[in-house]
């Protein structure tokens, strides 16, 4: 209820009473009512004003909280659409990194998977290439993925000499004969003795040490001088130190005395990869 309404009613109140009064119609009793009546309408229309005027800063409070949340809530929206860009850009970069990943992962395999056949292929014809040696001279075996050609001191060399017997350089020779051409296998030549001294006094050798790496190095030249690329061949003495029985027995003693020639085939394109990487 506004005003408009109070003004016209309280105005003709007024003036019908005035009116009576100036007639003589009407008594003061009900002129003293109808000022009561009058000053009551004034004061419900005081309050109602009030009440009015209460709501329409609660209204605009209420605006102004609402437009505040719904800014704020604008905000938090564009702040989660930045963050999921941002995700999902991530995960695209992260998509992209997991297969260029997969695709190297999937290449070191092949090139892996190129080498165990390439290790089998060796194997095969180094094996075939020194048939008809006894067993227990001479064996060939795969270990850790590569060719592994283990030679007995009987088969090569005499006691404590660095000259290897005939029977020997035949087996060498055929080794070299079968690996020829093939550039891409590593030769390491190792040397290994028992854990007796050898005799005082022996020439060009103080101990076990000089013992392995001539016989290294006569073995090798014998490969080279078959046709081996020496530039594949390495040779090397490991003295007593990495036995393959106790070292307690005569038998024993006697599987320590030996020549290992290790066949790796080279892995530069492996090394390359993981080198990007």
């Not at 609660?58 to 929206?77: F, G, H, I, Y």
């Not at 970069?93 to 290790?119: F, G, N, P, T």
């Not at 790496?213 to 006569?218: D, K, S």
């Not at 046709?227 to 594949?232: R, W, Y």
Request: hydrophobic share 35%.
């Amino acid at each position: 209820m506004n005003r408009s309404f109070f003004r016209p009613t309280l105005a003709l109140l007024l003036s019908t009473s005035l009116l009576a009064l100036g007639t003589g119609c009407v008594s003061q009793k009900k002129f003293t009512a109808l000022q009561s009546q009058y000053d009551e309408l004034t004061k419900s229309r005081e309050q109602l004003q009030a009440q009015k005027t209460a709501l329409e800063q609660d209204k605009a409070r209420s605006e102004d909280a609402l437009r505040s949340s719904l800014l704020n809530k604008n905000q938090q929206v564009n702040q989660l659409n930045d963050n999921l860009s941002g995700a999902q850009a991530a995960n695209s970069q992260l998509s992209a990194d997991l297969r260029s990943k997969e695709q190297r992962i999937a290449e070191m395999q092949r090139i892996l998977d190129q080498k165990d056949a390439a290790v089998k292929s060796l194997r095969k014809k180094v094996g075939d290439a020194l048939l008809g040696f006894n067993a227990n001279d001479l064996q060939v075996n795969v270990r850790n993925g590569k060719v592994y050609v283990s030679l007995s001191e009987q088969l090569l060399f005499k006691s404590g000499s660095t000259k290897v017997d005939p029977k020997g350089q035949e087996a060498l020779k055929k080794l070299a004969t079968a690996l020829q051409g093939n550039q891409d296998v590593n030769v390491l030549v190792e040397g290994h003795t028992d854990n007796v001294p050898i005799t005082k006094g022996t020439q060009g050798m103080k101990d076990n040490w000089d013992l392995s790496v001539l016989r290294a190095t006569e073995i090798t030249r014998i490969l080279t001088e078959s046709g081996l690329n020496p530039a594949q061949v390495t040779p090397s003495g490991r003295s007593q130190y990495i036995p393959v029985a106790a070292n307690t027995t005569p038998a024993e003693k006697a599987l320590n005395r030996r020549t290992e020639i290790i066949l790796t085939p080279k892995l530069d394109e492996l090394f390359q990869i993981l080198e990007a990487n």
